[in-house]
């Protein structure tokens, strides 16, 4: 059964930050791996998707890794803005039957003015 | 941008009701899901549906739970027998094909008094 963790469970940095989130996996048989955000309240975006086959996706400020057979990815974000204020979900789809896909518990991110 | 629309937004309904959530998919897209999440709680799957049947469900997804796609376009889940532990968000999700990411809805939040 796969397990998804995602420390830290908090974070809160100064605007204008870098900062890194992480995401582990028990089971490395995956299909690809997707990082969103949810504001409180609302729905899951979308940010980046990395396929099993790939190594990282970049989309403006941000940056997701993948280490397949550590069980691990991580998203980078640049120069951190309180609009990124969020909580931060990596959820990893399986590699077999129809693609279950396992949350993770989730970073709550607090960027400071 | 296309979205996946939710309705209602959020529901009340009195415990041992039946309770219906409806989701209208993105145009064109195959792949059907429903999420829960209670509140303070991770994202969890319920159940996948392709070509008008159930391609995976989870444990959670028992016999009081059921979906359909009734007139082809919105996709329904269905909740019977109403608990109060059934009180969560529930995310609907929608994908074109295998490769690409799942588009979430804002969800409905389901509240069993």
């Known amino acids: 059964k796969q397990e998804v963790t995602q420390i830290p469970a908090a974070l809160s940095v100064p605007e204008g930050e870098n900062l890194v989130l992480n995401c582990s996996f028990t089971d490395s048989a995956i299909y690809n791996l997707q990082w969103f955000r949810q504001d409180p309240g609302k729905g899951l975006t979308s940010l980046l998707l990395?396929?099993?086959?790939?190594r990282e996706q970049t989309s403006g400020r941000l940056n997701a890794s993948l280490d397949k057979s550590s069980g691990r990815s991580t998203l980078y974000i640049a120069a951190s803005q309180p609009g990124d204020s969020a909580t931060y979900l990596c959820?990893?789809?399986?590699?077999?039957?129809?693609?279950?896909?396992?949350f993770g518990t989730g970073t709550k991110l607090q960027v400071i003015p | 941008e296309p979205e996946v629309t939710q309705t209602p937004s959020h529901q009340v309904t009195q415990m041992g009701q039946e309770v219906i959530l409806r989701c209208v998919p993105i145009s064109n897209h195959l792949y059907f899901y429903w999420y829960r999440q209670i509140l303070g709680q991770k994202v969890e799957f319920l159940v996948s549906f392709y070509n008008n049947e159930i391609s995976e469900k989870s444990e959670i997804f028992d016999d009081q739970f059921s979906v359909e796609r009734p007139d082809g376009s919105n996709f329904t889940l269905k909740i019977r027998s109403t608990k109060l532990e059934d009180s969560a968000m529930y995310f609907c999700?929608?994908?074109?094909?295998?490769?690409?990411?799942?588009?979430f809805g804002d969800g409905t939040r389901l509240s069993i008094l």
């Open positions: 999700a929608t994908k074109g094909d295998s490769n690409q990411p799942q588009h």
């Open positions: 959820a990893v789809r399986g590699s077999g039957g129809y693609q279950k896909v396992t």
């Open positions: 990395i396929q099993s086959s790939q």
